[in-house]
């Protein structure tokens, strides 16, 4: 046993003379794990590989390139090949090798050779190292580190034969919620008490995870609604002002990602990358307003009130557009890289790590949104969007010039999808036909909010997104997407208005 050893506590000419030569190879190897003595990593592997050697002069190993050097001193040895002899092992003395070797790591001078040698005895069960690993914890300074030995001091007490060394060990598993371990430990335990510590603790594990899982899928929920949330704003606007069914919208999104991603490209190499979203937002809106300003002028304007062909007349824009990023930028997706400050992420519970990027995108869509609302109540623009939406013709008889708020609420809601690209490029990959996927939900969250109510479509978006991450577990990601286009067409048959219906004089007299 390690806690009764009395004899040299690191490597010099006795233990490694007890090494080679003695029948206390046990001890020595044991002394030197106690110790944690790191030097003695070069002569233990040499024992283990069998390069270790004996001479007249004491104990040489062979380095990796073939020379004979002293075992202690590690200089080269003046010793001929032929008068050295090998120092032979049995299987027993090579488990206990593999095992010294691995406590040793511990004590290495680089923080991930001690991370992996701490991962490591996790599953060896031997409490004998308990010492080692408990030295090795009181001068650890790196925090994972210290966090993994934490953990492997834990899973070697639980093999003690001290029963509290295995009460104290179950209670620090429960808190690190390491349910794999104590399942393992429940089928080898025989005492009735801790056995009932065991499942006690498995069950707080277990309660303790679903409470995450639940977080987890709540924050999954309200994360695509804000992207939802981004990619209906826009939509919100322009449907709700002229009742055009845009079908190019989704392609607004991916002209705000690519104008991104062409931004991160002048940055990169730079000392101020991090801040390129600086520049990329407004390049974003600019790109997708400019868009939406051509596409009202060339093919909406011309078609108002003839809603199929308006229809076909921006699926086939659409198209167009997707073709046109192709040529110029070709098939292939493109890679726009997150900041340094939106890496990582903030553990919230065990076994929860919200992301970076997904927290800055909530915070984005709800900034844009109250962006959105103070324009469209506290502006004069956001007061003749609301009059022409109400009634266009009492408007247009009060002097509005509604093409020209047509015109203005188009660019501002194909700026917002824009940066609803802008968004969508920092959780994945940038590509031609990126917003081929969001023009039915977009839809979707629009129809069922209520044209043209942002209420409406905040809550239409946060609850199609939290719906759908709690059904895709048990239904699948096609299957929960299905249910919810369902749930939508049922709903709007019994509530054609929506969640909000929109009010006006308008509204009102039909």
Same mark, same amino acid.
């Given at each position: 046993?390690?806690?009764?050893?009395?004899?040299?506590?690191?490597?010099?000419?006795?233990?490694?003379?007890?090494?080679?030569?003695?029948?206390?190879?046990?001890?020595?190897?044991?002394?030197?794990?106690?110790?944690?003595?790191?030097?003695?990593?070069?002569?233990?592997?040499?024992?283990?590989?069998?390069?270790?050697?004996?001479?007249?002069?004491?104990?040489?190993?062979?380095?990796?390139?073939?020379?004979?050097?002293?075992?202690?001193?590690?200089?080269?040895?003046?010793?001929?090949?032929?008068?050295?002899?090998?120092?032979?092992?049995?299987?027993?003395?090579?488990?206990?090798?593999?095992?010294?070797?691995?406590?040793?790591?511990?004590?290495?001078?680089?923080?991930?050779?001690?991370?992996?040698?701490?991962?490591?005895?996790?599953?060896?069960?031997?409490?004998?190292?308990?010492?080692?690993?408990?030295?090795?914890?009181?001068?650890?300074?790196?925090?994972?580190?210290?966090?993994?030995?934490?953990?492997?001091?834990?899973?070697?007490?639980?093999?003690?034969?001290?029963?509290?060394?295995?009460?104290?060990?179950?209670?620090?598993?429960?808190?690190?919620?390491?349910?794999?371990?104590?399942?393992?430990?429940?089928?080898?335990?025989?005492?009735?008490?801790?056995?009932?510590?065991?499942?006690?603790?498995?069950?707080?594990?277990?309660?303790?995870?679903?409470?995450?899982?639940?977080?987890?899928?709540?924050?999954?929920?309200?994360?695509?609604?804000?992207?939802?949330?981004?990619?209906?704003?826009?939509?919100?606007?322009?449907?709700?002002?002229?009742?055009?069914?845009?079908?190019?919208?989704?392609?607004?999104?991916?002209?705000?990602?690519?104008?991104?991603?062409?931004?991160?490209?002048?940055?990169?190499?730079?000392?101020?990358?991090?801040?390129?979203?600086?520049?990329?937002?407004?390049?974003? $809106?600019?790109?997708?307003?400019?868009?939406?300003?051509?596409?009202?002028?060339?093919?909406?304007?011309?078609?108002?009130?003839?809603?199929?062909?308006?229809?076909?007349?921006?699926?086939?824009?659409?198209?167009?557009?997707?073709?046109?990023?192709?040529?110029?930028?070709?098939?292939?997706?493109?890679?726009?890289?997150?900041?340094?400050?939106?890496?990582?992420?903030?553990?919230?519970?065990?076994?929860?790590?919200?992301?970076?990027?997904?927290?800055?995108?909530?915070?984005?869509?709800?900034?844009?949104?109250?962006?959105?609302?103070?324009?469209?109540?506290?502006?004069?623009?956001?007061?003749?969007?609301?009059?022409?939406?109400?009634?266009?013709?009492?408007?247009?008889?009060?002097?509005?010039?509604?093409?020209?708020?047509?015109?203005?609420?188009?660019?501002?809601?194909?700026?917002?999808?824009?940066?609803?690209?802008?968004?969508?490029?920092?959780?994945?990959?940038?590509?031609?036909?990126?917003?081929?996927?969001?023009?039915?939900?977009?839809?979707?969250?629009?129809?069922?909010?209520?044209?043209?109510?942002?209420?409406?479509?905040?809550?239409?978006?946060?609850?199609?997104?939290?719906?759908?991450?709690?059904?895709?577990?048990?239904?699948?990601?096609?299957?929960?997407?299905?249910?919810?286009?369902?749930?939508?067409?049922?709903?709007?048959?019994?509530?054609?208005?929506?969640? $909000?219906?929109?009010?006006?004089?308008?509204?009102?007299?039909?």
């Amino acid at each position: 046993m390690i806690a009764a050893l009395a004899i040299a506590t690191a490597l010099n000419a006795t233990t490694l003379d007890k090494l080679a030569r003695g029948d206390s190879r046990e001890e020595a190897i044991s002394a030197l794990v106690a110790a944690g003595d790191a030097a003695a990593l070069p002569v233990l592997r040499a024992l283990q590989e069998g390069n270790l050697y004996l001479s007249e002069a004491g104990a040489v190993l062979i380095d990796d390139r073939g020379t004979l050097r002293d075992a202690l001193s590690g200089a080269p040895a003046a010793v001929p090949r032929e008068e050295v002899e090998k120092v032979g092992i049995n299987n027993r003395l090579r488990r206990s090798l593999t095992r010294a070797i691995a406590a040793l790591g511990l004590f290495s001078a680089a923080a991930a050779d001690r991370l992996a040698a701490a991962r490591a005895l996790q599953e060896s069960g031997d409490a004998d190292l308990l010492p080692a690993v408990q030295k090795a914890l009181q001068g650890e300074t790196d925090a994972r580190v210290k966090e993994a030995l934490r953990g492997t001091h834990a899973m070697l007490a639980l093999a003690s034969p001290d029963r509290q060394k295995r009460f104290a060990a179950i209670e620090e598993l429960r808190k690190a919620h390491a349910q794999r371990q104590l399942t393992q430990r429940l089928a080898l335990e025989q005492d009735p008490q801790i056995l009932a510590a065991l499942r006690s603790a498995i069950e707080s594990v277990e309660a303790s995870q679903r409470r995450a899982d639940m977080v987890g899928l709540v924050f999954s929920g309200l994360s695509l609604a804000s992207i939802l949330l981004l990619a209906a704003l826009g939509l919100a606007i322009t449907f709700g002002l002229m009742g055009v069914i845009n079908m190019a919208h989704g392609e607004l999104l991916m002209v705000g990602a690519y104008a991104t991603w062409l931004v991160q490209s002048a940055f990169r190499g730079g000392r101020f990358f991090d801040w390129y979203l600086a520049a990329a937002l407004p390049a974003s $809106f600019v790109a997708a307003a400019l868009a939406g300003v051509l596409l009202e002028l060339f093919v909406v304007r011309k078609l108002y009130g003839r809603p199929l062909e308006t229809l076909l007349a921006t699926w086939g824009a659409s198209l167009l557009a997707i073709q046109a990023v192709r040529t110029a930028f070709g098939a292939q997706n493109v890679e726009v890289s997150n900041p340094s400050w939106m890496s990582g992420g903030v553990t919230l519970l065990a076994g929860l790590v919200l992301p970076f990027n997904r927290i800055a995108i909530f915070a984005f869509a709800a900034s844009v949104l109250l962006l959105v609302w103070a324009l469209l109540t506290r502006t004069r623009l956001g007061l003749l969007v609301r009059a022409v939406t109400q009634d266009r013709q009492r408007a247009a008889g009060l002097g509005v010039a509604t093409p020209r708020i047509d015109l203005l609420a188009f660019a501002l809601g194909s700026g917002i999808a824009g940066l609803g690209g802008c968004a969508l490029s920092q959780i994945g990959n940038v590509g031609p036909e990126l917003g081929q996927g969001f023009i039915v939900d977009s839809f979707m969250v629009v129809v069922l909010g209520g044209v043209g109510q942002l209420a409406g479509t905040v809550i239409a978006a946060a609850g199609l997104g939290i719906v759908s991450k709690f059904l895709e577990p048990s239904a699948g990601a096609v299957m929960a997407k299905i249910a919810v286009l369902v749930f939508v067409i049922l709903f709007i048959q019994r509530r054609p208005q929506g969640l $909000f219906a929109l009010r006006g004089r308008a509204v009102d007299e039909g």
